[in-house]
């Protein structure tokens, strides 16, 4: 696995990580590395390992085989407490016989250090966090964004290496959510340090980080930076996690040339073997209608829902349903036609993942009849 | 989380635990297979436990009355109780839990003063010119004793289950087309269950191996269990007979509250008090 | 209905406080039969504090009571820690033994500690006094120990555990941890062990009569042997005492307890 990045130097290296539970594979061989300075999020749904393999970097579970390295030293057996690396946890975790001064001091009386210090330090970053006044409360007294503010100063405070972040949007209400996005991203900036983040929610992470990391059934499925993630998905499962995706099979005949649906279309896409399978993506927002007759493919409205920006039209072609976001409506039942530019067309390899994702037929019976014959006779 | 050395801090008490109650009772089992004046094995004493059944019987009965008056009388107290302000139901709570903090001799014996024959009530009869009843070392005056005695038992398991029955429920019940009595009987009961079933239990076990309160409030044909194997022991009759007796009793206890627990599907056992 | 509840719940308490009732009159009685008011006087009260022995019994008592409830509740916090962390099949046979003390009647657990210490006092140790204030002492902790297990692990199980994740996160050791988070966290639920068993142990009559030697005897037993006879009236002036200091610290717990839930209820609602 690679990615570009900035050139900052490498901090944390993920080696074959293995973690087993009960002879259950959670991770299944992670090779990741982490620079400094960077904003990189693990992205995936429940259970796909990204809270197990951020526990391991914090130091709260040993890996089964593999190793962590912090600035190239091995550092799997080391306690969280030894580790130069601070967790804002998943419920913040405040300590609730604690008032908010004393819940940002913990670590610093814990490291002994002189009172003037820990008065100086807890106050600068309270003013980075944007709670001045707010020392002698109590935490239960805080909203949950003020609650989520102290669990960010509490570890920032420690002046750590790194930061890890469990989930620690997921118990705002979508607003707030969106004002902690922002200011997550500057406080990262302002303090210049590495945030490893987890989240299952995809526009959070395209949003903020610099790489996203998407994961499932505990292995790694693309690293890049959001746009490329977005742009150009791996394999089926990426496409249809990050965005909306209609996922179509396909036969790549030679470089910029892929067949699906029974024509052929040019892409942007090389690389692949002659006549591959392969896995077509079209993003619902990248198709426009034209009429009927000048389109490259025909179809019938069968849904339509409006969405405010947009409306999402299911459309009919022979069986196989797509999801097209326009804000052109068209009544149900009407007739329309697509043109698909080159540059709308994404071709991936075949993968486990392929045929599991990217149709939106499942409110039709019709889904079993698709067959890439059927589509060929369409020629 | 890596295995934690603090595992280790459960193995004293695990130690501490199996000498002082798992022990105790293996010594128990071996003085009730001995004889008690060879020391030799013998099942002479579990033999003789065929004599005292009667007493073991009405143990049974006299505390199985007790736990169904303390249910009968405890009910609407807790009920009460558990629908008064916040305030008032520390308050209830706290006058309930006093007396079991008194000592239970002396409020036992306050009941002889009260039941005597030349007692308390008996004088304020004489007073009202109604004649005297004659009301100490009778059945009925033993489980009075063990009813005054073991009620907080009942009324505080209860209350705590009550208190926690969601509003909403009985407002869905009446919602429904329940009426106060259907209310009580589809909604309110089931869900006192686990409070009934540990209630009794919590007044079961003790009352079934009392030996003062029958001692003090019985008559002499009046024998418990617990008088009997109280005298095994402290007069000095024989240890051997009494450890049989008690490991009786012990059984008997055990299978009680498991029924008990079988029927709550109560698996940490009884509120403690 | 609920007036029905009403006149019931005043019934029963009625029926809960007249033995009392008497016993705290009979206190006040120049007379020494509780069935007879004689006349009204101090003097059982001046008595009690003339009385050295029973000044004594009342001091075993709370040497054994404050003794065994603090031991029980330092050693059985630090159990309650340690059996949290065992697997659930080993737990539930550890809160099997602990439920055993619990569920068999006193009588039962008194007469097995005691048969336990004689059988190891004079068969194995060849003593002839085998009963004494060390053992005592051991049947208290005894059965002290799951009051403070029982009350302690369900706060240990409410506790978030990503709070002591936390404290190790920001540098404490496992030892700090426990010290600086779990400690506070679960400090109610010791504080309500050590006051049940401290109770418990106070009052207990059934085990102490059987444990307990001839050199030292707690306040229960000893009034035990006094009412095969005719009770000296100062014991009655001792009982209305206990009462109201148990009452006034109740009352002082509920105060002390709704001023706290007050202010939680400002802080939340705040």
Same mark, same amino acid.
């Given at each position: 696995m690679s990615k570009e990045q900035t050139s900052n130097k490498e901090l944390i290296r993920l080696k074959d990580l293995v973690m087993e539970f009960d002879g259950e594979r959670i991770l299944d061989g992670i090779n990741l590395y982490f620079n400094d300075h960077e904003f990189l999020t693990l992205l995936g749904p429940s259970g796909c390992g990204k809270t197990t393999t951020l526990r391991i970097i914090g130091g709260f579970l040993t890996p089964t085989s593999g190793d962590v390295l912090f600035d190239g030293k091995c550092?799997?057996? #080391?306690p969280p407490y030894k580790r130069q690396i601070n967790t804002v946890f998943q419920r913040y975790a405040l300590f609730p016989h604690l008032n908010v001064f004393d819940n940002i001091a913990f670590g610093l009386k814990v490291a002994k250090l002189p009172k003037d210090e820990i008065q100086a330090r807890v106050h600068e970053i309270l003013d980075i966090v944007g709670l001045q006044g707010f020392e002698h409360r109590h935490i239960d007294k805080l909203s949950g964004g003020q609650q989520q503010r102290v669990a960010i100063a509490r570890a920032l405070v420690n002046r750590p290496k790194v930061l890890l972040l469990d989930e620690p949007l997921a118990a705002l209400d979508l607003r707030l959510r969106k004002d902690m996005q922002n200011e997550l991203k500057r406080i990262q900036q302002a303090m210049g340090i590495t945030f490893i983040y987890v989240t299952h929610d995809q526009e959070e992470a395209l949003s903020m980080s610099d790489t996203v990391v998407v994961m499932d059934k505990g292995r790694i499925q693309q690293i890049g930076k959001p746009e490329d993630i977005y742009n #150009? $998905? +791996?394999?089926a499962f990426v496409a249809d996690f990050i965005g909306e995706s209609n996922i179509l099979d396909g036969v790549m005949l030679e470089d910029y040339k892929v067949k699906f649906f029974g024509r052929t279309f040019k892409c942007l896409d090389a690389g692949f073997e002659k006549n591959e399978p392969v896995d077509v993506v079209i993003r619902p927002e990248d198709i426009d209608f034209v009429p009927p007759e000048e389109g490259h493919l025909i179809g019938t409205v069968t849904s339509v829902t409006f969405k405010g920006l947009n409306y999402d039209i299911i459309v009919d072609f022979k069986g196989f349903k797509w999801l097209i976001q326009t804000t052109d409506h068209q009544p149900e039942g009407a007739t329309v036609g697509i043109r698909l530019n080159p540059e709308d067309i994404h071709v991936m390899h075949k993968s486990e993942y392929s045929g599991m994702f990217g149709d939106y037929s499942s409110y039709s019976a019709e889904y079993d009849e698709l067959t890439e014959d059927a589509a060929d006779e369409e020629e | 989380m890596k295995k934690n050395k603090s595992v280790l801090l459960s193995a004293p008490y695990i130690l501490w635990m199996v000498i002082f109650t798992l022990i105790p009772l293996c010594v128990v089992l071996y003085y009730a297979l001995t004889d008690v004046e060879t020391g030799a094995f013998s099942v002479k004493n579990m033999e003789n436990l065929v004599l005292y059944l009667p007493a073991f019987w009405r143990s049974i009965l006299y505390s199985l009355v007790s736990a169904l008056i303390c249910l009968v009388i405890g009910y609407p107290v807790a009920y009460y109780m558990a629908h008064c302000s916040p305030t008032a139901q520390k308050f209830l709570y706290m006058l309930v839990m006093l007396p079991m903090c008194m000592s239970f001799l002396l409020r036992t014996l306050a009941w002889v003063g009260l039941l005597q024959d030349t007692g308390i009530i008996n004088n304020f009869l004489d007073m009202l010119g109604l004649p005297r009843l004659s009301l100490i070392r009778t059945p009925g005056a033993v489980i009075l004793g063990m009813v005054y005695n073991y009620l907080p038992y009942m009324i505080l398991p209860l209350y705590s289950i009550i208190v926690k029955i969601d509003h909403r429920l009985i407002e869905a019940a009446e919602d429904l087309g329940c009426n106060g009595v259907q209310v009580f009987a589809r909604v309110v009961l089931p869900l006192s269950m686990p409070g009934i079933l540990s209630g009794i239990t919590m007044v079961f076990v003790p009352a079934v191996s009392t030996f003062y309160i029958s001692n003090k409030l019985g008559s002499t044909d009046i024998v418990l269990i617990g008088d009997i194997i109280e005298r095994q022991f402290k007069q000095g009759d024989n240890a051997n007979m009494g450890a049989a007796l008690s490991l009786l009793l012990m059984i008997l206890v055990f299978v009680c509250t498991g029924i008990m627990n079988r029927f709550g599907g109560d698996e940490e056992g009884g509120v403690p008090v | 209905m609920r007036k029905a509840n009403r006149i019931i719940t005043i019934l029963i308490f009625i029926f809960l406080y007249a033995p009392m009732a008497v016993l705290i009159l009979a206190s006040f009685n120049t007379g020494k039969d509780i069935t007879q008011f004689e006349g009204f006087t101090f003097m059982r009260y001046v008595e009690v504090f003339q009385d050295r022995s029973l000044l004594t019994l009342l001091g075993n008592s709370l040497i054994i009571s404050i003794l065994s409830s603090a031991i029980a509740t330092v050693f059985g916090t630090f159990s309650a820690v340690g059996i949290q962390r065992l697997g659930p099949k080993m737990r539930k046979t550890v809160m099997g033994l602990t439920n055993i003390p619990m569920t068999n009647p006193d009588i039962v657990t008194g007469i097995s500690l005691s048969l336990l210490f004689v059988f190891v006092g004079s068969k194995m140790l060849g003593q002839r006094n085998s009963l004494t204030f060390w053992t005592l002492l051991i049947a208290h902790i005894t059965f002290n120990l799951p009051y403070v297990i029982l009350n302690v692990m369900p706060k240990l199980q409410q506790m978030d555990n990503s709070l002591v994740e936390a404290a190790m996160d920001l540098g404490c050791t496992p030892t700090q941890s426990f010290f600086k988070v779990t400690l506070p966290e679960i400090m109610p639920g010791i504080i309500s062990g050590a006051i049940m068993s401290f109770t418990m142990s106070l009052d207990d009559f059934v085990i102490s009569y059987f444990v307990t030697g001839l050199d030292f005897i707690t306040l229960p037993v000893e009034i035990y042997n006094y009412t +095969? +006879?005719?009770?000296? $009236?100062k014991i009655y002036a001792m009982f209305t005492m206990l009462f109201l200091l148990i009452f006034v610290l109740m009352v002082v717990m509920n105060l002390l307890q709704l001023r706290q839930e007050k202010a939680d209820r400002a802080r939340k609602g705040g």
């Amino acid at each position: 696995m690679s990615k570009e990045q900035t050139s900052n130097k490498e901090l944390i290296r993920l080696k074959d990580l293995v973690m087993e539970f009960d002879g259950e594979r959670i991770l299944d061989g992670i090779n990741l590395y982490f620079n400094d300075h960077e904003f990189l999020t693990l992205l995936g749904p429940s259970g796909c390992g990204k809270t197990t393999t951020l526990r391991i970097i914090g130091g709260f579970l040993t890996p089964t085989s593999g190793d962590v390295l912090f600035d190239g030293k091995c550092i799997n057996d #080391e306690p969280p407490y030894k580790r130069q690396i601070n967790t804002v946890f998943q419920r913040y975790a405040l300590f609730p016989h604690l008032n908010v001064f004393d819940n940002i001091a913990f670590g610093l009386k814990v490291a002994k250090l002189p009172k003037d210090e820990i008065q100086a330090r807890v106050h600068e970053i309270l003013d980075i966090v944007g709670l001045q006044g707010f020392e002698h409360r109590h935490i239960d007294k805080l909203s949950g964004g003020q609650q989520q503010r102290v669990a960010i100063a509490r570890a920032l405070v420690n002046r750590p290496k790194v930061l890890l972040l469990d989930e620690p949007l997921a118990a705002l209400d979508l607003r707030l959510r969106k004002d902690m996005q922002n200011e997550l991203k500057r406080i990262q900036q302002a303090m210049g340090i590495t945030f490893i983040y987890v989240t299952h929610d995809q526009e959070e992470a395209l949003s903020m980080s610099d790489t996203v990391v998407v994961m499932d059934k505990g292995r790694i499925q693309q690293i890049g930076k959001p746009e490329d993630i977005y742009n #150009e $998905p +791996k394999n089926a499962f990426v496409a249809d996690f990050i965005g909306e995706s209609n996922i179509l099979d396909g036969v790549m005949l030679e470089d910029y040339k892929v067949k699906f649906f029974g024509r052929t279309f040019k892409c942007l896409d090389a690389g692949f073997e002659k006549n591959e399978p392969v896995d077509v993506v079209i993003r619902p927002e990248d198709i426009d209608f034209v009429p009927p007759e000048e389109g490259h493919l025909i179809g019938t409205v069968t849904s339509v829902t409006f969405k405010g920006l947009n409306y999402d039209i299911i459309v009919d072609f022979k069986g196989f349903k797509w999801l097209i976001q326009t804000t052109d409506h068209q009544p149900e039942g009407a007739t329309v036609g697509i043109r698909l530019n080159p540059e709308d067309i994404h071709v991936m390899h075949k993968s486990e993942y392929s045929g599991m994702f990217g149709d939106y037929s499942s409110y039709s019976a019709e889904y079993d009849e698709l067959t890439e014959d059927a589509a060929d006779e369409e020629e | 989380m890596k295995k934690n050395k603090s595992v280790l801090l459960s193995a004293p008490y695990i130690l501490w635990m199996v000498i002082f109650t798992l022990i105790p009772l293996c010594v128990v089992l071996y003085y009730a297979l001995t004889d008690v004046e060879t020391g030799a094995f013998s099942v002479k004493n579990m033999e003789n436990l065929v004599l005292y059944l009667p007493a073991f019987w009405r143990s049974i009965l006299y505390s199985l009355v007790s736990a169904l008056i303390c249910l009968v009388i405890g009910y609407p107290v807790a009920y009460y109780m558990a629908h008064c302000s916040p305030t008032a139901q520390k308050f209830l709570y706290m006058l309930v839990m006093l007396p079991m903090c008194m000592s239970f001799l002396l409020r036992t014996l306050a009941w002889v003063g009260l039941l005597q024959d030349t007692g308390i009530i008996n004088n304020f009869l004489d007073m009202l010119g109604l004649p005297r009843l004659s009301l100490i070392r009778t059945p009925g005056a033993v489980i009075l004793g063990m009813v005054y005695n073991y009620l907080p038992y009942m009324i505080l398991p209860l209350y705590s289950i009550i208190v926690k029955i969601d509003h909403r429920l009985i407002e869905a019940a009446e919602d429904l087309g329940c009426n106060g009595v259907q209310v009580f009987a589809r909604v309110v009961l089931p869900l006192s269950m686990p409070g009934i079933l540990s209630g009794i239990t919590m007044v079961f076990v003790p009352a079934v191996s009392t030996f003062y309160i029958s001692n003090k409030l019985g008559s002499t044909d009046i024998v418990l269990i617990g008088d009997i194997i109280e005298r095994q022991f402290k007069q000095g009759d024989n240890a051997n007979m009494g450890a049989a007796l008690s490991l009786l009793l012990m059984i008997l206890v055990f299978v009680c509250t498991g029924i008990m627990n079988r029927f709550g599907g109560d698996e940490e056992g009884g509120v403690p008090v | 209905m609920r007036k029905a509840n009403r006149i019931i719940t005043i019934l029963i308490f009625i029926f809960l406080y007249a033995p009392m009732a008497v016993l705290i009159l009979a206190s006040f009685n120049t007379g020494k039969d509780i069935t007879q008011f004689e006349g009204f006087t101090f003097m059982r009260y001046v008595e009690v504090f003339q009385d050295r022995s029973l000044l004594t019994l009342l001091g075993n008592s709370l040497i054994i009571s404050i003794l065994s409830s603090a031991i029980a509740t330092v050693f059985g916090t630090f159990s309650a820690v340690g059996i949290q962390r065992l697997g659930p099949k080993m737990r539930k046979t550890v809160m099997g033994l602990t439920n055993i003390p619990m569920t068999n009647p006193d009588i039962v657990t008194g007469i097995s500690l005691s048969l336990l210490f004689v059988f190891v006092g004079s068969k194995m140790l060849g003593q002839r006094n085998s009963l004494t204030f060390w053992t005592l002492l051991i049947a208290h902790i005894t059965f002290n120990l799951p009051y403070v297990i029982l009350n302690v692990m369900p706060k240990l199980q409410q506790m978030d555990n990503s709070l002591v994740e936390a404290a190790m996160d920001l540098g404490c050791t496992p030892t700090q941890s426990f010290f600086k988070v779990t400690l506070p966290e679960i400090m109610p639920g010791i504080i309500s062990g050590a006051i049940m068993s401290f109770t418990m142990s106070l009052d207990d009559f059934v085990i102490s009569y059987f444990v307990t030697g001839l050199d030292f005897i707690t306040l229960p037993v000893e009034i035990y042997n006094y009412t +095969k +006879k005719q009770l000296q $009236p100062k014991i009655y002036a001792m009982f209305t005492m206990l009462f109201l200091l148990i009452f006034v610290l109740m009352v002082v717990m509920n105060l002390l307890q709704l001023r706290q839930e007050k202010a939680d209820r400002a802080r939340k609602g705040g």
